[in-house]
T-cell receptor
């Protein structure tokens, strides 16, 4: 079945360590996104990528880095520079349609807790 | 500032009731999305609409462009509808420029 997978579902790290969250899709979508969700707040865009080897900062990119070496994969690294990394992270993908919005398909999410 | 406001924040209903969740946005948009987030965190896209009304099973989404307002209706609600419902507005421009509401937590009691 086509879809988006994120792993792991729960992740624990010590403060000061970098951690990489995985996101893989087999929907053949060009665009991929990373969102962060905090209690009582809407989803906020961290990074997005419209095509392989290209990505753009979202609203809250500081302390995060991404790569897009393959169409299927868009890993997110939470660096030690991110001041409050404990959150729920959602990955999404879509088929961009010439600048028009398109339905985004979401992964199951990864809950990161920094101890 | 582009904003999205949802109401109510929390909603409790009895099974079978008709549910309405509201979403208002501040300026013109190119599309509005309704999403459903299950207790485990997974998010599913329910609707994307730019005008009029869409229906899928017991779910109906409407949008009024002039009033900058959208509603999500659930007919004959069921406990399995319990989830957080999120609206997100696309204000155009580059891809990924969605502004999300804070969500409405719906609990349907049997």
């Amino acid at each position: 079945d086509g879809g988006i997978t994120q792993s792991p579902k729960y992740l624990f790290r010590k403060e000061g360590q970098n951690v990489t969250l995985s996101c893989e899709q087999n929907l053949n979508h060009d665009a991929m996104y990373w969102y962060r969700q905090d209690p009582g707040q809407g989803l906020r865009l961290i990074y997005y990528s419209q095509i392989v080897n290209d990505f753009q900062k979202g609203d809250i990119a500081e302390g995060y880095s991404v790569s897009r070496e393959k169409k299927e994969s868009f890993p997110l690294t939470v660096t030690s520079a991110q001041k409050n990394p404990t959150a729920f992270y959602l990955c999404a993908s879509s088929i961009p349609a010439g600048g028009l919005t398109d339905t985004q398909y979401f992964g199951p999410g990864t809950r990161l807790t920094v101890l | 500032k582009n904003e999205v406001e949802q109401s109510p924040q929390n909603l409790t209903a009895q099974e079978g009731e008709f549910i309405t969740i509201n979403c208002s946005y501040s300026v013109g948009i190119s599309a509005l999305h309704w999403l459903q987030q299950h207790p485990g965190g997974g998010v599913v896209s329910l609707f994307m609409l730019s005008s009029g009304k869409k229906k899928h099973g017991r779910l109906i989404a409407t949008i009024n462009i002039q009033e900058k307002h959208s509603s999500l209706h659930i007919t004959a609600s069921h406990p399995r509808d319990s989830a957080v419902y999120i609206c997100a507005a696309d204000y155009g421009g580059s891809q990924g420029n969605l502004i999300f509401g804070k969500g409405t937590k719906l609990s349907v009691k049997p």
